[in-house]
């Protein structure tokens, strides 16, 4: 069972940044896509954004789309989502997630991922 911890959560300003990271053991997010998921308060979860196993494809919901950046560092084994002007309505509880996907470099804007997080609060507020 794998075990993804997602950190960097916070307090932000509305306009503001923040960088989230997702680590999990035994390296399993270098070969699994990896998507970043939120839930608000009384909203079902969403996904984010989403980064395949080589890094090279990605994709990103319209709400986040130009704002928010997914990457990977093979260094460090972590997945990253660069937020970048934050608005009240990003507000949320920020899960990783990671799936294999054997014999494919994809990614899915989907919820169909095997490995969760416990999530980490992002709260965009003046």
């Known amino acids: 069972q794998a075990h993804i911890v997602e950190s960097g959560g916070g307090l932000v300003e509305p306009g503001g940044s923040l960088t989230l990271s997702c680590a999990a053991s035994g390296r399993i997010l270098d070969s699994y896509a990896v998507g970043w998921f939120r839930q608000a308060p009384g909203k079902e979860r969403e996904v984010v954004a989403c980064?395949?196993?080589?890094?090279?494809?990605?994709d990103y919901q319209p709400p986040v789309k130009g704002r928010f950046t997914i990457s990977r560092d093979y260094a460090e084994s972590t997945v990253s989502l660069q937020m970048n002007n934050l608005s009240t309505e990003d507000t949320a509880v920020y899960y990783c997630a990671a799936q294999p996907t054997p014999g494919r470099d994809i990614c899915i804007l989907s919820q169909d991922y095997q490995y969760w997080g416990q999530g980490t609060q992002v709260t965009v507020s003046s």
């Open positions: 980064i395949s196993s080589s890094g090279l494809k990605g």
